[in-house]
């Protein structure tokens, strides 16, 4: 009988950098252009454009995509049973950008803090569950 060589076992070590799929990349660059050209469209009011709103666009589209792909690299590093701490940081991201977007055009600051609130507690309740029962650990 001919014998074959075991498996070689891989073992993860705790501070390896994840690399990136092309889904984790692209995502957050998709929503950050589309978060980007939303801003700029609300805050011009259906008037011209102007350097203020394509520079306000920019901006926000690319700090709401680094903001993306930094929780979702965070959240995979953090596997394990901190579902507060994940669905927290997807959730105050979620209020704060819509609330900001709903500051943009001209609402009063009290709407914007209670959309903001209410879509940062449904998330929070909506990630707590994804990753609640995606757990091995449950």
């Given at each position: 009988m001919a014998q074959h060589?075991?498996?070689a076992h891989r073992r993860r070590t705790g501070g390896a950098a994840l690399s990136p799929t092309g889904a984790a990349v692209v995502l957050p660059a998709l929503t950050g252009i589309a978060y980007g050209f939303w801003a700029a469209t609300v805050q011009r009011y259906g008037g011209e454009i102007t350097g203020g709103n394509i520079a306000l666009g920019l901006v926000t589209g690319i700090l709401v995509a680094a903001l993306c792909f930094g929780i979702h690299h965070w959240s995979k590093q953090r596997a394990g049973r901190h579902f507060l701490a994940r669905a927290g940081t997807?959730?105050?991201f979620a209020g704060i950008a819509v609330g900001f977007l709903h500051s943009l055009a001209d609402g009063a600051i009290l709407w914007s803090v209670v959309l903001g609130g209410v879509v940062a507690a449904s998330?929070?309740?909506?990630?707590y569950y994804r990753y609640y029962s995606a757990s091995e650990y449950v």
């Open positions: 060589a075991a498996p997807w959730a105050a998330s929070f309740v909506a990630v």
